[in-house]
């Protein structure tokens, strides 16, 4: 399924099978997330993606002669070398290159990776079941992580992200304070099924303070909303890559040492951190299947908030 432009639908294409140059993989793809940033991409709000591209960077496949399955995540290459990249900051990096986005991804029968940039699985996920934890839990171990040892968090939008983490949270014996769409009952609810201590709409303000929040949703509007529920000494903290403008409010919702900061990608050591504690937590991923061929109502349905957990398309099968 091929982006030829921002704002048109994906198309489909028979393209012919990539080639890996040397230290690249083959990789068949079995099933491939639908993340928000695909439709930032599509929607044009991040400039200059590789067009026509095939978009997708929550890939689980197999190494075609191989066997060995593998996930690629958002994170495609990093030259190694830069400033960033010497300091384990890989993330970081001017050069890197990313799935989906400067190269193409998972919305297809066949991609190519680096070697160096892909992730063993942990065997107790299914390929639909493991593709989430490769952008949606490792933005969000990410995050969690910057926010601290904060007792008490604040997940703003409780999609493929924020359902993940609850879970990471609780088992860390944190307290999950989950803000949805007002009116939002039945996301409310399913924050109450993964163990949320509270949940609300985005309009309301929590029981108590919180020591950290973590916005997934992308609109701006939410971070002065955050700090407004923050406790002094207290962590927002931005997930998405896209974010829609923060507007202006008063110095007195940042004083008291209060923290204002961004998650920028991933690293490989997030990743072997995360996909070894999954396991462990466990992590139980809420999936919504779609054939390939499916992909644009999969954006849809992720566009107007109506997946429960993630959006996976099921490329195996399809």
């Known amino acids: 399924m091929v982006l030829e432009r921002a704002t048109a639908p994906l198309h489909g294409a028979m393209l012919p099978e990539p ?3 040397p230290g690249q993989l083959l990789v068949r793809v079995h099933a491939c997330g639908v993340c928000r940033t695909d439709l930032h991409i599509l929607d044009g709000e991040l400039p200059h993606p590789k067009l026509p ?4 960077h929550q890939i689980v496949g197999t190494v075609v002669g191989e066997g060995r399955r593998v996930g690629i995540p958002w994170l495609g290459w990093a030259d190694g070398e830069c400033r960033f990249c010497r300091a384990g900051r890989e993330n970081l990096c001017d050069r890197a290159r990313f799935t989906g986005y400067d190269l193409d991804g998972g919305y297809a029968e066949y991609t190519v990776v680096d070697e160096r940039f892909c992730f063993a699985l942990p065997e107790d996920y299914s390929d639909l079941e493991a593709a989430p934890l490769l952008c949606a839990g490792l933005i969000g171990y990410r995050s969690l992580r910057i926010a601290g040892n904060a007792e008490r968090v604040g997940l703003y939008g409780f999609g493929s992200s924020a359902h993940i983490v609850a879970q990471v949270a609780r088992h860390e014996g944190r307290r ?3 803000f949805t769409r007002p009116g939002d009952d039945e996301g409310q609810a399913f924050a109450r099924e993964l163990g949320a201590d ?3 709409g985005s309009d309301e303000a929590p029981p108590e303070e919180l020591d ?3 916005i997934f ?3 701006g509007g939410l971070v002065p909303t955050a700090l407004r529920a923050l406790a002094k000494g207290g962590t927002v903290v931005c ?3 896209h974010m829609t403008d923060i507007p202006a409010f008063p110095y ?3 004083w008291g040492e209060r923290v204002l900061r961004s998650v920028a990608n991933l690293t490989r050591s997030d990743g072997e951190e995360f996909l070894a504690l999954a396991p462990q937590v466990p992590v139980r991923t809420s999936v919504e299947a779609f054939p390939l061929e499916q992909a644009n109502e999969a954006l849809e349905r992720l566009r107007r908030g109506q997946v429960r957990g993630t959006a996976v398309l099921d490329v195996a099968t399809s």
């Open 53 to 56: 591209l095939v978009l997708g």
């Open 212 to 214: 950290a929040a973590i």
């Open 176 to 178: 999950v304070f989950v």
């Open 198 to 200: 509270w949940t609300g």
């Open 19 to 21: 080639t890996p140059a």
């Open 217 to 219: 949703a992308p609109v």
């Open 239 to 241: 997930a998405g890559i």
């Open 252 to 254: 007195e919702l940042l």
